[in-house]
């Protein structure tokens, strides 16, 4: 039996400067070769923040075969998974608390 590898799709890193905070915002997409979105990471890391999970400061992926929710080291279940374009939106928005 062969291992299925997956495709990443999107790979995008945005520091921010200090006057925004500092650290940085991790966009990680993988889809099958169908094209169909397997895995999927969004991390605002700021060590200044948290020492806690890395840095991750908030953070959503879909590892271990659910999709769960990182802030300040706790993790937690999303009960109300819809898209993947919806989660993203909600992370945006989140973001907002931790960034200037």
């Known amino acids: 039996m062969s291992r299925e590898r997956f495709i990443k799709t999107v790979s995008?890193?945005?520091?921010?400067?200090?006057?925004?905070?500092?650290?940085?915002?991790?966009?990680?997409?993988?889809?099958?070769?169908?094209?169909?979105?397997?895995?999927?990471?969004?991390?605002?890391?700021?060590?200044?923040?948290?020492?806690?999970?890395?840095?991750?400061?908030?953070?959503?992926?879909?590892?271990?075969?659910s999709h769960h929710k990182h802030i300040l080291g706790e993790i937690y279940p999303v009960e109300n998974f819809t898209t993947y374009e919806d989660l993203l939106n909600r992370f945006e928005e989140e973001l907002k608390e931790f960034i200037k």
């Open 12 to 65: 995008e890193r945005y520091i921010l400067p200090k006057r925004r905070g500092g650290g940085l915002i991790k966009i990680e997409v993988w889809e099958n070769k169908e094209g169909e979105l397997v895995k999927y990471s969004f991390a605002y890391i700021n060590h200044q923040i948290s020492s806690k999970d890395n840095g991750r400061v908030i953070g959503y992926d879909n590892a271990h075969h």
